[in-house]
């Protein structure tokens, strides 16, 4: 019998999701290979000495520098001409906080993840919880908590990136005697770092952990199985029935 499908993702969803990945990648590996303090190193020397042997240490640069303004262009063209229809659905959804039931997601979910579903209801009995995982919309709380470090480590790579570049192509003052410049690559650095976990987990939760593969697949077809919608996103999914019932 085929399964019932309900839409999720728009295409112009999709191409900024799959956009946004490529970029991310891109500057992740060419961002490594611009560290040649062999203490910051976390590949070791190799790493950057054989892109710089491809690359050049003046071309890997370029690469990186010219990839994060594509990215940011592209994304400030869809801001603006998708602000009402994508950007403040998106924004509304995942700060959106619901502290209670979100962190009871949180804790149970990660319980029955890492330990089952029986250990984790066997542990909230003492708390005088229940063992059903609290209903989420089209985010859930550890979506929403992803989204909104992601955001955050966004704006922060753009402004540190955008210091360095200054600080690098339009100051004649050394760099390391630039103390602002020095704080930026720093923060850079840190916001990379934390940004590239959270990546990470999302990796694994859409494309590894099974319970969620229809969610990975879904950011090709737009759309997920009836079934999935119901378990996972129930909130979200009583809206889509009710809307479809009143067309």
């Not at 040649?36 to 491809?54: D, I, M, S, T």
């Amino acid at each position: 019998m085929n399964k019932r499908m309900i839409l999720r993702h728009t295409k112009g969803g999709i191409f900024i999701h799959w956009f946004n990945a490529a970029c991310w990648f891109i500057l992740l590996f060419t961002g490594l290979g611009l560290i040649q303090n062999p203490q910051l190193q976390p590949l070791g020397q190799w790493y950057p000495n054989a892109l710089r042997a491809v690359f050049g240490g003046g071309g890997l640069l370029i690469i990186h520098l010219a990839v994060a303004v594509t990215w940011l262009l592209v994304w400030l063209v869809f801001i603006i001409a998708n602000w009402s229809s994508h950007v403040v659905p998106f924004l509304a959804q995942v700060f959106t906080l619901k502290p209670g039931r979100d962190m009871e997601w949180m804790i149970k979910k990660n319980l029955q993840m890492t330990l089952g579903y029986k250990a984790m209801a066997f542990f909230m009995k003492p708390l005088g919880l229940g063992a059903k995982i609290p209903d989420q919309e089209y985010y859930n709380a550890g979506q929403k908590v992803a989204a909104q470090v992601m955001l955050l480590g966004a704006l922060v790579l753009a402004v540190t990136g955008a210091i360095m570049l200054r600080g690098k192509y339009f100051m004649t003052a050394p760099l390391a005697d630039i103390a602002w410049v020095q704080w930026a690559i720093t923060i850079h650095y840190i916001a990379a770092g934390v940004t590239f976990g959270i990546l990470l987990v999302h990796i694994f939760m859409a494309a590894i952990a099974k319970e969620e593969r229809p969610a990975f697949w879904s950011m090709f077809s737009g759309e997920v199985p009836e079934e999935y919608a119901r378990h996972h996103h129930k909130l979200w999914y009583d809206e889509v029935a009710i809307k479809t019932s009143d067309q």
